[in-house]
């Protein structure tokens, strides 16, 4: 029997006295036990069919009934010394006890007050069976060797590509962080993401992987994505490229299913999400060394710039007009880079070696 069924039978236990007292209340089941006939016999054999879960109870009032209903004959005056006269003159044989009936049924051979023990001894049992089995849960969790967490951080300037226990692939941009424990569970691969990465998830139908940020779970089963979220953790992005995703805001029971080509946009101030295609070599080519700007403002420019190289930029005067600068460069220096800007946005720089400055 499951561990469901024996709770279940515990829980149903607390109203076997409530239908004792029915029974033994009831003047047609007092009949039955005392003068039983043919049509009470039918009744009640019919009754105990259809409701086989009360037969222990009805055989529990009925052995009640029984010996509320027994009474001891008195004996005679005198009868007792008679008795004992003839047994020690030799002529009167010891009494013996009748051998049951070993063509009846064994729970029919027993007195009365064992079979009531035995149907006391049968919910005892349960009972503690039932009341283990609710413990066990208990133990195992005790049990449960503690989740060992394995931290990676990236600064300004580093790049990190990193194995996880599963054989899925991390590559970890620069001022980000990733948590990951030391081997996955049974059930899911779970990491936690704070900055960007992009994901090559190894395929496992049996365990979902999950990438947890400040307001966003992505769900994957075998699949290459990244993750980017802002460093205030107010807006977070994430975007497909093989495979399939399931993303869903903390405290959002909505998901949003990504298919390849497809971004996802998170603002947590409004909580809205906007998908959109991407341009890969935009979106996750920094894996690749491509550093790519799309209609930034100066300070999108500067801030990627700072945690690219690892530098510290400062700013003398302001541009003449609002940046809108876009531009692709792979595996270029930070000299290169400033001097193809400043050609278009008319500022002049100097670098010294973690500082620069920009002057307009």
């Known amino acids: 029997m499951s561990s469901e069924a024996f709770l279940t039978l515990v ?50 009032a009925r052995e009640l009934l029984l010996g509320l209903s027994s009474k001891s004959n008195p004996v005679k005056s005198g009868t007792k010394e008679e008795l004992l006269l003839k047994i020690l003159q030799g002529k009167q044989p010891i009494p013996k006890r ?47 060797p503690e989740i060992v967490w394995i931290t990676k951080t990236t600064n300004a300037g580093e790049k990190l590509k990193l194995g996880l226990p599963d ?13 990951y424990p030391e081997s996955f569970g049974q059930v899911d691969r779970r990491v936690k993401l704070t900055g960007e990465a992009f994901f090559k998830v190894e395929s496992d139908s049996l365990r979902a992987f999950y990438v947890e940020t400040s307001n966003l779970i992505t769900k994957v089963l075998g699949t290459s994505f990244n993750v980017k979220e802002d460093k205030g953790g107010t807006t977070t992005k994430v975007a497909l490229e093989t495979g399939s995703i399931q993303v869903n805001a903390r405290g959002d029971s ?22 959109r295609t991407f341009d890969p070599k935009n979106t996750s080519g920094w894996t690749d ?53 400043a050609y278009t946005e008319s500022f002049t720089f100097r670098i010294d070696n973690k500082k620069v400055t920009i002057k307009f």
Do not use: C
């Not at 033994?24 to 879960?53: G, I």
């Not at 054989?167 to 948590?179: G, I, K």
């Not at 299913?257 to 998908?275: F, S």
């Open 11 to 60: 829980s149903e236990s607390k109203n076997y006295m409530n239908q004792r007292v029915t029974f033994l209340s009831n003047p047609e089941f007092v009949r039955w036990v005392k003068s039983p006939d043919a049509e009470l016999d039918a009744f009640w054999q019919n009754w105990m069919m259809a409701h086989p879960e009360d037969i222990a109870e009805i055989m529990l």
């Open 98 to 144: 009748d051998k049951p009936n070993r063509n009846l049924p064994f729970w029919f051979r027993i007195d009365q007050f064992r079979r009531i023990a035995a149907i006391l001894a049968f919910g005892f049992l349960t009972a503690q069976l039932a009341g283990w089995l609710v413990k066990k849960p208990e133990i195992d969790e005790v049990n449960e």
């Open 167 to 179: 054989q899925s692939e991390v590559w970890l941009n620069s001022s980000s962080t990733l948590s």
């Open 254 to 275: 909505s998901d949003a299913v990504l298919w390849p080509g497809q971004e996802m946009m998170y603002d947590a101030t409004t909580t809205k999400k906007v998908i």
């Open 289 to 341: 060394g491509w550093l790519v700007f799309d209609n930034n403002h100066l300070s999108e420019v500067i801030g990627r710039l700072e945690d690219w190289y690892g530098v510290t930029i400062s700013i003398e005067g302001s541009p003449s007009r609002t940046w809108n600068f876009s531009g692709e460069f792979r595996h270029e220096t930070l000299q290169n880079i400033l001097e193809s800007i």
